[in-house]
């Protein structure tokens, strides 16, 4: 069965430093969307991506974060300047229609230092 | 705007008893709901979606869960719960136009004592 896959898994940076989180979308879906959930809190919506743009952003993503679908497989989270408070697991989820409901990877816990 | 609630932080049930998950939801225009399971260490994995069509559907593992607009929810249910039903459960809502994005609960973390 097709999957979402995020890599890496676990990523440790300094604060300051600039990282990105990479998925790579079920290969016949239309929407991407880019999550993150703070230890013990719930799962917050970052930014949605369709055809190619952002299609909707959160409070949270602010001018630090950006998206991109480089080659049409991958879709990345880049976050310029890690702050301490970035430290969460981010979720990668694609979906081919809004009613079939959304795919999820497995994570990548960022721990920023 | 869009918001979930799951009542209960934490549920304990014993093994074969019958497992019952809060989701109540606010939206202003037709809701989609989706109900999502997260094992340790893992990602989201859907259970079940109601979109349109039946209120009651029937998801993945022996879960269903009941659409009641009348009274704003989507609880979630098994007759006889197991061991390896032991997880984190969130109930999400999305707009059934737009960008679907998510809106989360808080989670329920659910306990099977032997």
């Known amino acids: 069965e097709p999957e979402v896959t995020q890599t890496p898994s676990h990523q440790v940076t300094q604060m300051g430093q600039e990282v990105i989180l990479r998925c790579v979308p079920i290969?016949?879906?239309?929407?991407f969307y880019w999550y993150r959930q703070i230890l013990g809190q719930k799962v917050e919506f970052l930014v949605s991506f369709y055809n190619n743009e952002i299609s909707e952003k959160s409070e949270i993503f602010d001018d630090q974060f950006s998206v991109e679908r480089p080659d049409g497989s991958n879709f990345t989270l880049k976050i310029r300047s890690t702050k301490l408070e970035d430290s969460a697991m981010y979720f990668c989820?694609?979906?081919?229609?809004?009613?079939?409901?959304?795919?999820f990877g497995p994570g990548t816990r960022l721990t920023v230092t | 705007a869009q918001s979930v609630t799951q009542l209960g932080s934490h549920v304990s049930v014993s093994e074969g008893a019958l497992v019952l998950l809060r989701c109540n939801y606010s939206?202003?225009?037709?809701?989609?709901l989706f109900w999502y399971v997260q094992y340790p260490n893992q990602g989201l994995q859907l259970l079940l979606k109601y979109t349109t069509g039946a209120t009651l559907v029937k998801g993945i593992n022996g879960f269903e869960a009941e659409f009641k607009k009348s009274e704003t929810s989507f609880h979630l249910t098994k007759p006889s719960a197991h061991m390896s039903d032991a997880a984190e459960y969130f109930c999400a809502v999305s707009d059934a136009s737009g960008t679907y994005k998510y809106i989360f609960g808080t989670g329920t973390r659910l306990k099977v004592l032997a």
């Open positions: 939206s202003s225009v037709p809701p989609y």
């Open positions: 290969s016949n879906h239309l929407y």
């Open positions: 989820a694609s979906s081919e229609k809004g009613r079939k409901g959304q795919y």
